[in-house]
């Protein structure tokens, strides 16, 4: 077994769910995560059965134990898996999730006779 391999079996964690936002509009659900210490190397975001999973190893330590970062989020069938896309920016983790085109708001014209 590697030197590594032998750190992160012994490594004790703390999980922590950072803060987040959602912000929805006609066209897309966008969720923004206050994610410090983390980048793309460690960091996993997943779609599995209508969960979306975010999970994150940090540096960072908090009473001894490193600090990993685990977030679940419901989504619906308005949502076009798809077209998910996510980026991570000064600790900022961004999901943009587009709704699938049945589920956005039509205008409906009404008729007067």
Known sequence: MSENNKTEQTMEYID???PSDVI???HVIRLAM???????DNLSVDLDDGILKVTADTSLD???KRVRYKRSFQVTDQI???????KVCSGVLEVVMPKA????VRKIQVAVE
């Open 80 to 86: 076009d898996a798809n077209k998910i896309t996510a």
């Open 16 to 18: 922590f769910a950072p």
């Open 24 to 26: 929805e509009n006609d």
């Open 62 to 64: 908090r009473n001894g």
């Open 101 to 104: 085109e049945a589920a956005k």
């Open 34 to 40: 206050d994610m410090p210490g983390v980048s793309n």
